[in-house]
Structure formats: structure tokens, C-alpha cells
């Protein structure tokens, strides 16, 4: 028994002393998500990676708004998020200590404002994501009237754009039209 005792003495302590001081965590630890919504383009490609459903977006055309909501009663803690994202915007943070004393408290929320048409002026996807799309495309061009010709169409709905793929030289696809009033 004195042998026990002598090594027990010998070995120190093996214990944090948390919760009564800091707990630190090992380096790639993955903790909250954390939304930077100046990067964010609202494109969704974390809310279909999501496994857990945590991550949901609604659109809501009449508020001209695209809503991002992170629920982290839902959240695994997966990185999916994270590893999607086209921006960076999403990062999971060291943070562990999650508890709440109201339920609300458990939601993230981002607001986004929508696009509308230029010729329809219906919304139809985010702002900063068309001025992404706008952005790229501009880059690989050299002739500045094309640049500005890809930014104009950059604000045209895809309804409207196949409507004017499909007329040529005044006269209209008559299948076309048929299928939308049908």
C-alpha cells in the first residue's frame, strides 16, 4: 500500500482544474461557427452541406431580404461549413462554453438584401453575390465597353435572359410562349 501511495505522489496532478480555471484547447479544435457577414455572398453552399440541418436560409422576396440562420442546438461541429464556403466567411471557432439561459439565444441570424432585375425588377438572388459574379467575369476581360456589357447582364434575371435568348430579330419562339402561359 506504501508502494501505491509513493507512486500516486510521484505522478502528479492528471487533472485540469477546470471549470475553475481556463481550459486550453488543442490546436484545429472545433468549436462554434462563426460568421463573418461582410464575406458572406449568401450563395447557401453551407446550408446544403449542413448534415445536422443547423445551417437554413429563407428567401423572402417581398421583405427584399435573404435570411441566414445557424441554430447551434442542431450543430455537430463537423466543419462542413467551414470547408464549403467559397469566401471564407464561415469559421469554427475554439469557442465550447455554449450554455444559455433562453432558447433565442441559441440562433445566429444574417440579413442579406436581393438583387432585383433590371428589366423585370423582380429579386432574384443576392446582391453581393451577383457583384461577385459581376466582379469575376470583369477580370477576365480587357476591352472595357464588354465589361460593362457583362455587368448589365449580371443584373438581368435568368427568366429574362432566356426570354431574350430565345427572341430573334423581333420575333419570338412561339413553343416558348406557349409552355408560359400554360
Given at each position: 500500500?506504501?508502494?501505491?501511495?509513493?507512486?500516486?505522489?510521484?505522478?502528479?496532478?492528471?487533472?485540469?482544474?477546470?471549470?475553475?480555471?481556463?481550459?486550453?484547447?488543442?490546436?484545429?479544435?472545433?468549436?462554434?461557427?462563426?460568421?463573418?457577414?461582410?464575406?458572406?455572398?449568401?450563395?447557401?453552399?453551407?446550408?446544403?452541406?449542413?448534415?445536422?440541418?443547423?445551417?437554413?436560409?429563407?428567401?423572402?422576396?417581398?421583405?427584399?431580404?435573404?435570411?441566414w440562420?445557424?441554430?447551434?442546438?442542431?450543430?455537430?461541429?463537423?466543419?462542413?461549413c467551414?470547408?464549403?464556403?467559397?469566401?471564407?466567411?464561415?469559421?469554427?471557432?475554439?469557442?465550447f462554453?455554449l450554455?444559455?439561459?433562453?432558447?433565442?439565444?441559441?440562433?445566429?441570424?444574417?440579413?442579406?438584401?436581393?438583387?432585383?432585375?433590371?428589366?423585370?425588377?423582380?429579386?432574384?438572388?443576392?446582391?453581393?453575390?451577383?457583384?461577385?459574379?459581376?466582379?469575376?467575369?470583369?477580370?477576365?476581360?480587357?476591352?472595357?465597353?464588354?465589361?460593362?456589357?457583362?455587368?448589365?447582364?449580371?443584373?438581368?434575371?435568368?427568366?429574362?435572359?432566356?426570354?431574350?435568348?430565345?427572341?430573334?430579330?423581333?420575333?419570338?419562339?412561339?413553343h416558348?410562349?406557349?409552355?408560359?402561359q400554360?
Amino acid at each position: 500500500m506504501l508502494k501505491l501511495w509513493k507512486t500516486i505522489i510521484r505522478a502528479g496532478e492528471v487533472t485540469v482544474k477546470y471549470p475553475f480555471a481556463p481550459l486550453d484547447v488543442c490546436p484545429g479544435f472545433r468549436g462554434k461557427p462563426e460568421l463573418n457577414p461582410e464575406q458572406c455572398i449568401a450563395c447557401g453552399a453551407c446550408t446544403t452541406a449542413c448534415p445536422a440541418n443547423a445551417l437554413t436560409m429563407e428567401t423572402h422576396p417581398d421583405d427584399n431580404a435573404r435570411i441566414w440562420q445557424l441554430f447551434i442546438g442542431r450543430c455537430i461541429y463537423c466543419g462542413r461549413c467551414e470547408e464549403v464556403c467559397p469566401t471564407h466567411a464561415i469559421r469554427l471557432s475554439e469557442e465550447f462554453e455554449l450554455a444559455v439561459t433562453r432558447k433565442e439565444d441559441l440562433y445566429v441570424r444574417a440579413t442579406f438584401r436581393l438583387q432585383h432585375c433590371s428589366e423585370c425588377h423582380a429579386p432574384f438572388a443576392p446582391e453581393k453575390s451577383v457583384a461577385l459574379a459581376a466582379e469575376l467575369l470583369a477580370l477576365h476581360q480587357s476591352n472595357p465597353t464588354l465589361v460593362e456589357t457583362l455587368r448589365a447582364q449580371a443584373n438581368v434575371c435568368p427568366a429574362c435572359k432566356r426570354r431574350a435568348a430565345l427572341e430573334h430579330r423581333g420575333s419570338t419562339n412561339v413553343h416558348y410562349y406557349i409552355e408560359e402561359q400554360a
